[in-house]
């Protein structure tokens, strides 16, 4: 499993963009910027410049990374065998999903990146320009659809939190754009909120509908069982660095980053497990534990009696296949 914490590489190139810059200063704008997400804004309006961009990445990269890679890890769970050579990355910011991919994949080449933010595109060559994985990126500047419908077909897809930045129908054609492009696998990770997991159910339906097979999280193709207010989604733990607890105001050296996520498959994925979609309950007498399965939602319970099937059980966290 790929760790959820940004690799060194990433750390040391953010960190020799942080001289000189006042943390109050960046504390400020990424406050501004994340007033302006939790609004339902976009990036075009609040990230103009290079300290902008850097606010950004130091407030929301390390929570996105660990989103990402967390998907990309229950991905190859169920398809280890996965090992694409070409990404495209569309919406990367400041490139973050591309280094989650670089990270989880040793076999990815070749490296094709967009997004309609300049600063951000110039934040994300700065950071790969000594990388031995990404210095050799293609990123393009420009709005999704109108690239993804000209870009070359990739191994891996992967839009993360970008979909919630455009309208019905334009994620609609953005979304047929995607998997057009998509030779084997389309990720697509949102942040954990009813309506994070209500853009991806839509899309899911709509691909599933054009002949896509869920690979994860999902246990099968079929309709969604949960039932509101109950929605589909998964928690990262990361670490905060210094400096990241400095920008978000924050004093825990941890954060819970909650996302929603799918990937689907160009082929159907045979042997599906079901997925634990809460903490499991700890008692006394029983673990229960409340699994996504094929045949629909259920509750588990393993008696304390059953010694083998309890210690399994109490190894189970929070969106794990089991």
Known sequence: MTSPDLPAELRTALNAKLEGLSRNEAAGRAAAISETYRAGGGSGGTIKSES??????????????????????????????????SLLDVGAGPGTASWAAAETF?????????DA????????????????????????LGQARTYVTHADTADLVIASYVINEIGETERAALTDAMWAKTKDTLLVVEPGT???????????????AAGAHVAAPCPHDGGCPLVAPDWCHFSQRLQRSRAHKQVKGAELPFEDERFAYVALSRTKVTARPSRVLAQPDVGKVEIAAKLCTPDGVVVTRVPRRAKADYA????????DAV
């Open 52 to 85: 902008d961009a850097l606010a950004y990445a130091l407030a929301r990269m390390p929570a996105t990374y660990a989103a990402v890679v967390a998907s990309l890890n229950g991905l190859t769970e169920i398809r280890p065998d996965l090992a694409p050579t």
């Open 106 to 114: 040793p076999s990815l080449q070749d490296f094709a990146l967009l």
């Open 117 to 140: 933010n300049e600063a951000l595109r110039t934040l994300a060559l700065d950071l790969t320009r000594k990388s031995s994985r990404l210095r050799g990126i293609r990123y393009e």
């Open 194 to 208: 009813p309506a994070g997991y209500a853009r991806i159910i839509a899309l899911r339906a709509r691909l599933i």
């Open 312 to 319: 399994r059980a109490r190894r189970w966290r929070w969106g």
